[in-house]
């Protein structure tokens, strides 16, 4: 066991979907299934399997006929029904989060998260990108969520790996002194940057091929790092990134930001706000007859729009191995 107990989780589960239209015109982003389930099921229960049971979801009330948030919010509000009966001490909290009027969007997910300040003073907690899964490669190995918390000793934690410099660019780069740790990589973060270009991460970062990125959308905060969160500023996108709380937790110095990263990766992250990578999960061997079984339940017109788009996937294979 880790430096304290991690008894609360945020998933931050109130974003359009931009990227996921006109999936996300029937549904958020965090109800799109993986396999025969929505999201936002696996990441609820990847909490509680690892033993947290208070469980904060920032989500949205319907705005301008939204009606499928209002789906999102029964469905969690049944999901607790469930839970709780076999486990009185399951509590899922909706927190609900406005969008900004100007940008007819939500301003991020370090705003997301500063909605739940109040629930979260003095406690570390894990927080979960809803649009984002880590997929344990073998059952047999504990989840990254697990790793995590062991590890956990009172400084911020973030899963990294390495990656192509033009995948890193869309994510959250960082960099810092590595040390070995048994089976893992720790990186003691000293930047910390959301989406650069290529002039500042050369800059910054120097010119590589290769750069450490955060990826999965999983971290663990502090106590002090509400501080940090509520301190960020619009960045890419003209969004509040919670790349952007860290490095000014990592400035500020009231704590040390560690990554991790294990040696023998056995995860698989996937961005599921993005249409091919939702998809081509999903059309894994393992994976399709699940998935077919969720789809199958959907209206008509998503249920024809997503099989348009497996149909395009599968033409675009077969087009790169005629090549």
Excluded at 5 to 10: M, R, S
Excluded at 110 to 115: G, H, R, V
Excluded at 143 to 150: E, Q
Excluded at 203 to 209: E, I, Q, S
Aim: proline share 3%; charged share 30%.
């Amino acid at each position: 066991m880790g430096y304290t107990e991690i008894k609360t989780a945020v998933i931050l589960a109130a974003g359009n979907g931009s990227r996921l239209r006109p999936f996300t015109n029937f549904i958020p982003k965090t109800m799109v299934p993986y396999r025969d389930k929505p999201l936002i099921y696996h990441h609820i229960m990847n909490c509680y399997n690892n033993g947290i049971k208070d469980i904060i979801v920032v989500t949205r009330k319907d705005e301008d006929n939204d009606y499928s948030f209002r789906f999102q919010n029964e469905y969690l509000k049944d999901l607790e029904r469930q839970l709780r009966d076999k486990d009185k001490e399951v509590r899922i909290k909706l927190i609900y989060q406005e969008e900004d009027k100007y940008l007819k969007k939500p301003k991020g997910p370090a705003a997301a998260l500063a909605m739940a300040e109040d629930e979260l003073r003095g406690k570390s907690y894990i927080t979960l990108l809803g649009d984002n899964l880590i997929i344990d490669r073998h059952e047999k190995y504990e989840s990254l969520m697990k790793n995590l918390i062991d590890i956990y000793n009172g400084c911020p934690l973030y899963y990294f790996e390495n990656l192509d410099k033009e995948i890193a660019k869309k994510g959250g780069v960082v960099k810092g002194n590595k040390l070995n740790y048994l089976d893992k990589i720790l990186l003691d973060t000293t930047d910390a940057i959301e989406k650069p270009n290529d002039d500042v991460i050369e800059k910054r970062f120097g010119v590589k091929d290769r750069y450490e990125v955060m990826s999965g959308g999983m971290y663990i905060f502090n106590e002090k790092s509400m501080d940090s969160i509520k301190n960020v500023k619009p960045g890419a996108n003209n969004e509040m990134h919670l790349t952007d709380a860290i490095n000014d937790q990592i400035k500020s110095k009231n704590s040390k930001v560690v990554g991790v990263l294990l040696k023998n990766s056995l995860y698989t992250a996937v961005d599921f706000g993005a249409i091919n990578s939702w998809l081509s999960i999903n059309l894994k061997e393992e994976n399709i007859e699940e998935f077919k079984k969720a789809i199958d339940n959907y209206p008509s017109e998503l249920r024809n729009l997503i099989y348009e788009n497996i149909r395009k996937i599968y033409n675009n294979d077969t087009t790169k191995q005629k090549n």
